[in-house]
């Protein structure tokens, strides 16, 4: 089977090409090439190795589908559109049959008027609210590009066009554009004071209606956010098809919506996104909205340096010692006690998860670090995989039950990306993080999209980088990210941490080099 990618980054690859690629075979279980991971930190590997057997056990087969798919484990037994696609994505170097099946499901199911379930769950098929954070375009078209499936482009396609006219048909009421919230579950908020006095579920169960007389519909921007990037990857999937008018109207109809976003639902004053209200109010809350904006970069970088400095980045507001609260610690609306699934406060794992989707995209690869490192070592201390945690002890909520994929994938997720090597697009990022407990003694290896092998090997000083068993080179010193081609060639080296970092740079046939690099600091190897 060709693996190779359908397009370098941002280079649309012409729609007879795309024909001739084979859709994707996947083994029945784990794949063989699956990522390997082992570290002499014993309390790590143990964390990590409890967090893949979580995952193992979480991928079941569900009513009104045939196939196995990753579920969202502990006490909800389904998959639900807001996450599951975007989880098994994470999930899939481990399971490429599951990823795909895990979108394929919501496909299946879709209605003939273009209604995409908002879960699949062992009871019923659900329909009564959207229920949606994570465009399932978005990943769909990630996957099908990485894995060279034509059969789920097309599909994945043909799904999130007639999804975004249902959505328009049926969410936009108010002939704004932007896409309305009718009730608490279309956007996975459970017991969140941001919908306090609003129904959980539409009407009978009919995501098409809500309830009189509460100043519904609302312009929410989360929500719309969602549809934003759903069209960004509708344009990029119609562009490899070769259908280019296509590509052009979803660009347009994103930047529309995007230009909708900031004309009516962002307060500059604020630093903040708000839901407004039918009668023209804004529900003035600080919470998990603002990440969600981001998770989908409809902010420019200026913009969202405001919302970093003001919120985000502000231990008063989201930095809490467990980044992120789901509402934030200065918000007077905070919900204390902290409930059991609670979006009022708590710091839930499935927004750790999605912050893979935009701190880099925004240059804070440093505070990723310290995000990943506060949740790993939460984890780790809890062992039992939860969903919520107390943001300022960083205790998981005790009556929450345990086994919940996110959790899991928070922690197999953040290895790799603390001290591991990662796929970006036609890229690799070697994570080096010597002194790191995960780094300890520890061998990285993984199979890349384009079949390369991909290797790490830790010392006490340093770790030393291959690709194929070829030697590529070796970073002592300090923590760095080097980037390098899909054949290993050196392009950059980032500084992750916010220190100031001394380095060794060795390579073959070359003078060891020394270096010193600055927060975020980026200088070019070519």
């Given at each position: 089977?060709?693996?190779?990618?359908?397009?370098?980054?941002?280079?649309?690859?012409?729609?007879?090409?795309?024909?001739?690629?084979?859709?994707?075979r996947?083994?029945?279980?784990?794949?063989?090439?699956?990522p390997e991971?082992?570290?002499?930190?014993?309390?790590?590997?143990?964390?990590?190795?409890?967090?893949?057997?979580?995952?193992?056990?979480?991928?079941?087969t569900?009513?009104?589908?045939?196939?196995?798919?990753?579920?969202?484990?502990?006490?909800?037994q389904?998959?639900?559109?807001?996450?599951?696609?975007?989880?098994?994505?994470?999930?899939r170097?481990?399971?490429?049959?599951?990823?795909?099946?895990?979108?394929?499901?919501?496909f299946?199911?879709?209605?003939?008027d273009?209604?995409?379930?908002?879960?699949?769950?062992?009871?019923?098929?659900?329909?009564?609210?959207?229920?949606?954070?994570?465009?399932?375009?978005a990943?769909?078209?990630?996957?099908?590009?990485?894995?060279?499936?034509?059969?789920?482009?097309?599909?994945?396609?043909?799904?999130?066009?007639?999804?975004?006219?249902?959505?328009q048909?049926?969410?936009?009421?108010?002939?704004?554009?932007?896409?309305?919230?009718?009730?608490?579950?279309?956007?996975?908020?459970?017991?969140?004071?941001?919908w306090?006095?609003?129904?959980?579920?539409?009407?009978?169960?009919?995501?098409?209606?809500?309830?009189?007389?509460?100043?519904?519909?609302r312009?929410?921007?989360?929500?719309?956010?969602?549809?934003?990037?759903?069209?960004?990857?509708?344009?990029?999937?119609?562009?490899?098809?070769?259908?280019?008018?296509?590509?052009?109207?979803?660009?347009?109809?994103?930047?529309?919506?995007?230009?909708?976003?900031?004309?009516?639902?962002?307060?500059?004053?604020?630093?903040?996104?708000?839901?407004?209200?039918?009668?023209?109010?804004?529900?003035?809350?600080?919470?998990?909205?603002?990440?969600?904006?981001?998770?989908?970069?409809?902010?420019?970088?200026?913009?969202?340096?405001?919302?970093?400095?003001?919120?985000?980045?502000?231990?008063?507001?989201?930095?809490?010692?467990?980044?992120?609260?789901?509402?934030?610690?200065?918000?007077?609306?905070?919900?204390?006690?902290?409930?059991?699934?609670?979006?009022?406060?708590?710091?839930?794992?499935?927004?750790?998860?999605?912050?893979?989707?935009?701190?880099?995209?925004?240059?804070?690869?440093?505070?990723?670090?310290?995000?990943?490192?506060?949740?790993?070592?939460?984890?780790?201390?809890d062992?039992?995989?939860?969903?919520?945690?107390?943001?300022?002890?960083?205790?998981?909520?005790?009556?929450g039950?345990?086994?919940?994929?996110?959790?899991?994938?928070?922690?197999?997720?953040?290895?790799?990306?603390?001290?591991?090597?990662?796929?970006?697009?036609?890229?690799?990022?070697?994570?080096?993080?010597?002194?790191?407990?995960?780094?300890?003694?520890?061998?990285?290896?993984?199979?890349?999209?384009?079949?390369?092998?991909?290797?790490?090997?830790?010392?006490?000083?340093?770790?030393?980088?291959?690709?194929?068993?070829?030697?590529?080179?070796?970073?002592?010193?300090?923590?760095a990210?080097?980037?390098?081609?899909?054949s290993?060639?050196?392009?950059?080296?980032?500084?992750?941490?916010?220190?100031?970092?001394?380095?060794?740079?060795?390579?073959?046939?070359?003078?060891?080099?020394?270096?010193?690099?600055?927060?975020?600091?980026?200088?070019?190897?070519?």
């Amino acid at each position: 089977m060709n693996r190779r990618r359908f397009m370098a980054a941002g280079t649309a690859l012409a729609a007879g090409a795309m024909a001739r690629i084979a859709p994707a075979r996947c083994a029945p279980e784990q794949s063989e090439d699956a990522p390997e991971f082992n570290t002499q930190d014993a309390a790590w590997q143990l964390a990590y190795d409890k967090a893949l057997g979580v995952l193992a056990a979480n991928v079941q087969t569900l009513p009104r589908y045939a196939k196995p798919v990753l579920i969202e484990g502990a006490a909800y037994q389904g998959i639900w559109l807001e996450c599951g696609p975007h989880e098994s994505l994470v999930y899939r170097k481990f399971r490429p049959d599951v990823a795909r099946d895990s979108h394929r499901c919501f496909f299946a199911l879709q209605r003939a008027d273009g209604q995409i379930p908002c879960n699949n769950k062992r009871s019923q098929t659900g329909f009564g609210q959207i229920q949606m954070v994570v465009p399932i375009a978005a990943t769909a078209w990630e996957l099908a590009l990485a894995t060279g499936d034509d059969e789920l482009l097309h599909e994945a396609y043909d799904a999130g066009v007639r999804w975004d006219e249902w959505l328009q048909r049926y969410r936009n009421l108010r002939g704004t554009g932007l896409t309305e919230g009718f009730c608490t579950f279309d956007t996975g908020q459970d017991n969140s004071p941001r919908w306090r006095g609003i129904p959980v579920q539409c009407p009978q169960g009919d995501a098409k209606q809500f309830a009189p007389g509460l100043k519904l519909p609302r312009l929410c921007p989360d929500l719309s956010a969602t549809t934003y990037g759903a069209r960004v990857a509708l344009g990029q999937m119609a562009q490899a098809l070769g259908l280019a008018s296509q590509a052009a109207h979803w660009q347009e109809q994103a930047q529309r919506l995007r230009a909708a976003m900031f004309a009516r639902l962002y307060r500059p004053q604020d630093a903040a996104f708000y839901d407004l209200d039918a009668s023209g109010e804004y529900v003035k809350i600080r919470c998990d909205i603002l990440s969600r904006v981001c998770g989908e970069h409809v902010v420019d970088q200026a913009t969202f340096e405001n919302l970093w400095s003001r919120q985000l980045h502000d231990p008063r507001a989201f930095w809490a010692p467990l980044p992120l609260p789901s509402v934030a610690l200065d918000d007077p609306l905070f919900v204390r006690p902290i409930p059991a699934n609670s979006w009022g406060g708590a710091a839930q794992a499935l927004t750790a998860l999605r912050t893979g989707r935009w701190f880099d995209h925004y240059g804070k690869s440093a505070a990723h670090a310290q995000l990943m490192n506060n949740w790993c070592e939460a984890l780790m201390k809890d062992g039992t995989f939860r969903q919520q945690a107390d943001p300022l002890t960083a205790r998981f909520t005790a009556d929450g039950a345990p086994g919940y994929s996110p959790a899991a994938l928070v922690m197999v997720d953040f290895t790799w990306r603390l001290a591991g090597v990662c796929e970006s697009g036609r890229q690799l990022n070697w994570q080096v993080r010597p002194g790191h407990p995960a780094a300890k003694g520890a061998r990285f290896t993984l199979r890349t999209d384009t079949r390369h092998r991909a290797q790490m090997a830790y010392d006490s000083q340093g770790a030393d980088l291959r690709l194929d068993g070829k030697w590529l080179g070796r970073i002592e010193g300090g923590a760095a990210r080097v980037i390098t081609g899909e054949s290993g060639q050196f392009l950059s080296l980032l500084s992750i941490d916010a220190r100031v970092q001394q380095l060794r740079l060795l390579r073959p046939g070359r003078p060891v080099r020394s270096l010193r690099l600055g927060p975020e600091q980026r200088i070019s190897l070519v």
